[in-house]
């Protein structure tokens, strides 16, 4: 079945250092989303994109953050200057219509 | 706007019962209505989704949820659980409108916990 591939899983950084979190979605999804759970919280969305733009962001999604699909395969989210409140999980998901999203299994991330 | 409401934030069972998870949303649209699992240190699994036809959904696992349109309700049940079943279980829905692009948006989650 196919997957969406989240690298690394876990990564810790150094506060006001940039991260930068990356994504293979499903091959033939048009549909992009980048999500956060911050520890013992529910899941958040962050940004959703389409096109090779933005179609949507969230208000945590603020001039920290950007997203990137800078080949046909990859989706990045980057943080520019990663705070202590950015610690979090991330999950990257793809779809190819409004029929359901598949999630990646995410990717841990510490800022200490 | 969509919001969804699960009640119940811990749920501890005994093997072998029944159990029913509740969720509740508000839209002033139509939506589709999800089912995610997360086991401990896993990602985010589709159980079961709700998009249109007979508003009872099954999943692979014996989980079943009723789409209730009167009461806004999408509630997960399993008439008898097992140790595997241990996870979070979050309920989620997306507008029917504005295409593929549409975010999910989620509960706050229930973690459901069975006991031997």
């Known amino acids: 079945e196919p997957e969406v591939t989240q690298t690394p899983s876990h990564q810790v950084t150094q506060m006001g250092q940039e991260v930068i979190l990356r994504c293979v979605p499903i091959?033939?999804?048009?549909?992009f989303y980048w999500y956060r759970q911050i520890l013992g919280q529910k899941v958040e969305f962050l940004v959703s994109?389409?096109?090779?733009?933005?179609?949507?962001k969230s208000e945590i999604f603020d001039d920290q953050f950007s997203v990137e699909r800078p080949d046909g395969s990859n989706f990045t989210l980057k943080i520019r200057s990663t705070k202590l409140e950015d610690s979090a999980m991330y999950f990257c998901?793809?779809?190819?219509?409004?029929?359901?999203?598949?999630f990646g299994s995410g990717t841990r991330l510490t800022v200490v | 706007a969509q919001s969804v409401t699960q009640l119940d934030s811990q749920v501890p069972v005994f093997e072998e019962a029944p159990v029913e998870l509740r969720c509740n949303y508000s839209?002033?649209?139509?939506?589709?209505l999800f089912w995610y699992v997360q086991y401990p240190n896993q990602g985010l699994q589709l159980l079961l989704k709700?998009?249109?036809?007979?508003?009872l959904v099954e999943s692979i696992n014996g989980f079943e949820a009723e789409f209730n349109k009167s009461q806004t309700s999408f509630h997960l049940r399993k008439p008898s659980v097992h140790i595997s079943d241990t996870a979070e279980y979050f309920c989620a829905v997306r507008s029917m409108q504005g295409g593929g692009s549409e975010k999910l948006v989620f509960g706050k989650g229930t973690k459901l916990t069975v006991n031997p």
């Open positions: 998901a793809s779809s190819g219509d409004y029929a359901g999203y598949t």
């Open positions: 839209s002033s649209v139509s939506v589709y």
């Open positions: 091959s033939n999804h048009l549909y």
């Open positions: 994109f389409y096109n090779n733009e933005i179609s949507e």
């Open positions: 709700y998009l249109s036809g007979s508003t």
